[in-house]
């Protein structure tokens, strides 16, 4: 989670850098643009990967005695190290990126959104406070709007992608989805548009 946070942050950082105004400020578009590549580097450098893993090692989980759910024949493993084991040995390295197309659209999505509500909040509580000087409570609630109003933008990018990434792809059966697009048609058609919130 850290490492995932410095990519973010610091990718953000330096498109502010390259981008801001002499005060420091970015337009809503250009916060939005500096978050969705801020969504991208981290996408494609921890998130897609770890994710991967975090899926299957939950889906373990449900599987395992007691749990929701059982795959038959399916070896337990007891950690983060042999589940990456597992993966790269019986699916290849490939396998980590499952899933990469709606993990970035979440990611990216999530980063612009909030970036860009985050900055607008703080410039709209600094503004009505008489003083014009920014407070605690002023991060306090506009990180916690921006953060909310993520769950809403994206949630369906991330019911996709923990799909995908929990479709295993055994030689000579056809799997359920054979694309992300797949994956979303089928979702609504099947389930309801519901139920990808």
Request: hydrophobic share 40%.
């Amino acid at each position: 989670v850290m490492v995932k946070k410095a990519i973010r942050f610091s990718s953000f950082a330096q498109f502010r850098t390259m981008f801001a105004d002499e005060d420091g400020r970015m337009s809503p578009g250009l916060a939005f643009a500096g978050g969705v590549v801020a969504g991208t580097v981290e996408t494609v450098t921890v998130v897609t990967p770890s994710e991967m893993v975090k899926v299957r090692l939950q889906t373990e989980q449900a599987a395992s005695p007691g749990g929701s759910s059982s795959r038959a024949g399916a070896a337990r493993p007891t950690g983060t190290a042999r589940m990456v084991y597992r993966i790269l040995s019986q699916e290849g390295i490939g396998a980590l990126y499952k899933g990469l197309g709606p993990t970035w659209i979440r990611q990216s999505t999530n980063q612009g959104c909030r970036f860009m509500m985050f900055g607008r909040m703080m410039e709209a509580l600094k503004d009505l406070d008489p003083k014009q000087t920014t407070r605690f409570w002023h991060s306090f609630v506009a990180g916690g709007i921006a953060g909310g109003v993520n769950v809403y933008v994206n949630n369906f990018a991330d019911v996709v992608k923990t799909r995908m990434q929990n479709q295993r792809v055994i030689a000579g059966q056809q799997p359920m989805y054979s694309s992300s697009l797949d994956c979303l048609r089928k979702i609504v058609r099947n389930e309801g548009f519901l139920a990808l919130w």
